[in-house]
């Protein structure tokens, strides 16, 4: 399994934006679909957004249109730009590798630390 870690948490404001990024560990990222989830308190994790190894994209409901994956493959990254953030996006996001089976994303990677954000009201 493939080691990532995740970075670009922090507090901020409604309203405001930040870009989280995740990179792996001794392999090239663009060989793997990725995603992104989040574990918001006292909730189990969910999915927010993935993104197939050609760059086609989906997003959970409440995100979509706010958030953004893409991948950097100079840096071997895959970030989430998160604009207009509410305080019910306040939760540890932990990003992914894994594959899409029939348009449904499965991650297969170890899970990292994750980075905690947090949306003030």
């Known amino acids: 399994q493939v080691q990532l870690v995740e970075s670009g948490g922090g507090l901020v404001q409604a309203g405001e934006s930040l870009t989280l990024s995740c990179g792996v560990d001794?392999?090239?990222?663009?060989?793997?679909?990725a995603g992104w989830h989040r574990q918001r308190p006292g909730k189990e994790r969910e999915l927010v957004a993935a993104?197939?190894?050609?760059?086609?994209?989906n997003y959970l409901d409440s995100v979509r249109g706010r958030f953004t994956i893409s991948r950097d493959g100079a840096k071997n990254t895959v970030l989430l730009q998160m604009n207009s953030l509410k305080p019910e996006d306040t939760a540890v996001y932990y990003c992914s590798a894994g594959s899409f089976i029939r348009g449904d994303y499965y991650p297969n990677s170890k899970w990292g630390p994750g980075t905690q954000v947090t949306v003030s009201s």
């Open positions: 993104i197939t190894r050609n760059g086609r994209t």
């Open positions: 001794g392999s090239r990222f663009t060989i793997f679909a």
